[in-house]
């Protein structure tokens, strides 16, 4: 299941120092230059992702909405997470493709066609 490998490459990312999260540290990626990939837990408020697509829309930085914010936040070894940074070229572009997968399947949703 590509979610499985998704989470476990997230928390792989996060071993390697290249994620951030919490919505103080991923707005500081995204303005700094950093953020490659914004992930937002399906659960976050409506206002909530307005402000994080706004902000990525602006920045020219690709959003996506995945999974739940207590998935995400196992995924990293933390509490729960409605927002993720993903500092790192490689670990996004992997990220994509396979929530590019997951979109046909209709459990992702990528921020920018909404």
């Known amino acids: 299941m590509n ?17 951030k999260s ?5 707005e500081e990626s ?3 230059g950093k953020a490659r990939l914004i992930l ?4 976050t408020s409506d206002a909530s992702k307005k402000n994080i ?3 990525c829309s ?3 930085v690709e959003c996506m909405e995945y999974s739940l914010k207590e998935d995400l936040g196992h995924a990293l070894g933390k509490e729960f997470r409605s927002v993720i940074s993903v500092e790192d070229e490689g670990f996004a572009k992997k ?3 396979l929530l590019k997968g997951d979109i046909k399947g209709g459990s992702a949703k990528n921020g920018k066609d909404q």
């Open 30 to 32: 995204v303005k700094g």
């Open 58 to 60: 602006y920045y020219q």
């Open 95 to 97: 990220l994509k493709t």
């Open 3 to 19: 979610q499985d490998k998704v989470l476990s490459l997230l928390g792989l990312a996060q071993r390697a120092g290249k994620v």
């Open 22 to 26: 919490g919505n103080f540290t991923v």
């Open 40 to 43: 937002i837990a399906g659960d």
């Open 53 to 55: 697509r706004d902000m």
